[in-house]
């Protein structure tokens, strides 16, 4: 047990000192970029992947890709998703997959003719591949991670375990931004989205990871923090990440981030024993401290500023008209897109090239759910309902997957608002299909 919380303390230290290195030395970031899928492929041979060690080594990159990004990491915007499809693909080929998981095959067919009418109706000015790769990455991620993990066995602590080894590079990511911007009030000048708070890179994508390391660090924090030592690490670093989150002035990953707490928290306390309720009111007094506490902080660093966002305010108090930083907007143009082409859209990709010659936005869709409307058409709206439907289904013989519903959440609430730029949202939905154990049941019946 020592030996585990040594290297637990470690692994937080090292990942700082690596955030410490790619800030000095920026080409080390393109070199830390290569090293991940280089060393998880000798570790999945090795093993055979009985562990299933692609879930660890995929989990990594999801949590490294926002830091490879704004470091200058990535070898191309697709990069993480192209590995982490490799590595459950791998994890397939050495462990097979079950043949329930054909529905996402099916989703994958349903892309085909969104697919088909972008190559027949796109002139020469456009660059089909790229457009392709950039709308389709991510749905085809999700679904061949999916296909992986459906209904595949496991732990409650060796899915711990996947989420400590997305939390890690968070860990990094919230430690270079501290050395890119050490002193927030410096930068917050309005109730915009912030890049120099978000390391130079894009607020909304930072939001959206660091969102996901509050969660992971929180579920450290109240389910795995044995010792008062590892309270406190595990503390200070929810309330770091949570206040590094909440000065991006992007709004969205918190927010998604405080809904999936509250799902676990909410499932955890109607799961337990009237003596687990007792102690859970205690954890929610702890809770709500603690985000009174960053609140606070975070608004007095921010001059208030941080409030009046929150509250879709100017700089100087005055109400905003447009809630959505101009996505409903966009929403809006797809919504009727989807009424102008409603059984196969206008193509996959083709959303934003119809709005620029129409509207000359030249913006691309923020939200997934309105995009698979118009550019896939009915075949979109059938491919969703499999993305809704199937896990729901999966957790109903699946009770002790506590993770469940916040997973769900963060999938869904991110790609309303960050659509799938990341390979987060595709591979955190795949985790909500996993056949999770609470205990080995093999295990118990020896111990008997």
Same mark, same amino acid.
């Given at each position: 047990?020592?030996? &585990?919380?040594?290297?637990?303390?470690?692994?937080?230290?090292?990942?700082?000192?690596?955030?410490?290195?790619?800030?000095?030395? =920026?080409?080390?970031?393109?070199? !830390?970029?290569?090293?991940?899928?280089?060393?998880?492929?000798?570790?999945?041979?090795?093993?055979?992947?009985?562990?299933?060690?692609?879930?660890?080594?995929? &989990?990594?990159?999801? +949590?490294?890709?926002?830091?490879?990004?704004?470091?200058? /990491?990535?070898?191309?915007?697709? !990069?993480?998703?192209?590995?982490?499809?490799?590595?459950?693909? *791998?994890?397939?080929?050495?462990?097979?997959?079950?043949?329930?998981?054909?529905? !996402?095959?099916?989703?994958?067919?349903?892309?085909? =003719?969104?697919?088909?009418?972008?190559? #027949?109706?796109?002139?020469?000015?456009?660059?089909?591949?790229?457009?392709?790769?950039?709308?389709?990455? /991510?749905?085809?991620?999700?679904?061949?991670?999916?296909?992986?993990?459906?209904?595949?066995?496991?732990?409650?602590?060796?899915?711990?375990?996947?989420?400590? #080894?997305?939390?890690?590079?968070?860990?990094?990511?919230?430690?270079?931004?501290?050395?890119?911007?050490?002193?927030?009030?410096?930068?917050?000048?309005?109730?915009?989205?912030?890049?120099?708070?978000?390391?130079?890179?894009? =607020?909304?994508?930072?939001?959206?990871?660091? /969102?996901?390391?509050?969660?992971?660090?929180?579920?450290?924090?109240?389910?795995?923090?044995?010792?008062?030592?590892?309270?406190?690490?595990?503390?200070?670093?929810?309330?770091?990440?949570?206040?590094?989150?909440?000065?991006?002035?992007?709004?969205?990953?918190?927010?998604?981030?405080?809904?999936?707490?509250?799902?676990?928290? *909410?499932?955890?306390?109607?799961?337990?024993?009237?003596?687990?309720?007792?102690?859970?009111?205690?954890?929610?007094?702890?809770?709500?401290?603690?985000?009174?506490?960053? $609140?606070?902080?975070?608004?007095?660093?921010?001059?208030?500023?941080?409030?009046?966002?929150? #509250?879709?305010?100017?700089?100087?108090?005055?109400?905003?008209?447009?809630?959505?930083?101009?996505?409903?907007?966009?929403?809006?143009?797809?919504?009727?897109?989807?009424?102008?082409? =409603?059984?196969?859209?206008?193509?996959?990709?083709?959303?934003?090239?119809?709005?620029?010659?129409?509207? /000359?936005?030249?913006?691309?869709?923020?939200?997934?759910?309105?995009?698979?409307?118009?550019?896939? +058409?009915?075949?979109?709206?059938?491919?969703?309902?499999?993305?809704?439907?199937?896990?729901?289904?999966?957790?109903?013989?699946?009770?002790?997957?506590? !993770?469940?519903?916040?997973?769900?959440?963060? $999938?869904?609430?991110?790609?309303?608002?960050? &659509?799938?730029?990341?390979?987060?949202?595709?591979?955190?939905?795949?985790?909500?299909?996993? #056949?999770?154990?609470?205990?080995?049941?093999?295990?118990?019946?020896? *111990?008997?």
């Amino acid at each position: 047990m020592k030996t &585990a919380k040594l290297s637990y303390q470690y692994l937080l230290i090292l990942h700082a000192l690596i955030a410490l290195a790619v800030f000095i030395m =920026p080409f080390l970031s393109k070199i !830390y970029a290569l090293l991940i899928p280089v060393i998880g492929i000798v570790i999945v041979h090795r093993n055979k992947n009985k562990n299933n060690e692609v879930l660890l080594v995929a &989990a990594y990159l999801v +949590g490294a890709e926002v830091l490879f990004r704004m470091t200058g /990491g990535n070898f191309n915007n697709e !990069y993480v998703k192209f590995t982490v499809t490799f590595f459950m693909l *791998a994890g397939m080929f050495y462990s097979n997959f079950s043949l329930g998981a054909m529905i !996402y095959i099916f989703f994958l067919v349903l892309l085909i =003719p969104g697919i088909l009418l972008t190559v #027949s109706v796109a002139d020469i000015s456009i660059d089909i591949k790229k457009v392709l790769f950039f709308n389709l990455s /991510g749905p085809v991620c999700l679904a061949i991670c999916s296909i992986y993990m459906f209904k595949r066995r496991i732990l409650f602590s060796q899915l711990q375990n996947i989420f400590i #080894s997305m939390g890690m590079p968070i860990i990094s990511t919230v430690v270079y931004l501290f050395l890119y911007t050490p002193n927030v009030r410096d930068v917050v000048t309005g109730t915009q989205s912030n890049f120099e708070t978000s390391g130079g890179f894009g =607020p909304n994508q930072v939001s959206t990871i660091l /969102g996901l390391g509050m969660f992971v660090f929180f579920t450290q924090f109240i389910l795995f923090s044995k010792s008062r030592k590892l309270l406190f690490i595990n503390g200070f670093f929810l309330l770091l990440i949570s206040y590094r989150a909440i000065v991006t002035f992007s709004r969205g990953g918190v927010i998604t981030a405080v809904a999936m707490i509250i799902c676990l928290l *909410a499932v955890l306390y109607f799961v337990s024993d009237k003596k687990g309720r007792i102690k859970f009111t205690y954890v929610f007094i702890l809770t709500g401290l603690m985000a009174g506490g960053i $609140w606070t902080y975070s608004s007095l660093q921010t001059n208030g500023l941080i409030a009046k966002r929150y #509250s879709n305010q100017d700089a100087i108090g005055r109400q905003k008209k447009d809630r959505l930083g101009g996505r409903e907007q966009i929403m809006d143009s797809e919504i009727k897109l989807f009424l102008e082409e =409603p059984i196969l859209g206008v193509g996959a990709g083709m959303g934003k090239t119809r709005r620029m010659e129409f509207k /000359g936005e030249d913006a691309a869709s923020h939200n997934e759910i309105t995009r698979m409307f118009s550019e896939h +058409g009915s075949f979109g709206i059938f491919g969703l309902l499999i993305l809704f439907v199937t896990p729901f289904v999966l957790y109903i013989n699946n009770r002790q997957h506590l !993770y469940f519903l916040s997973c769900f959440v963060f $999938w869904l609430m991110t790609i309303n608002h960050a &659509a799938m730029r990341t390979a987060a949202p595709a591979f955190v939905y795949a985790l909500c299909l996993l #056949s999770v154990q609470i205990k080995n049941p093999e295990k118990t019946e020896q *111990a008997q």
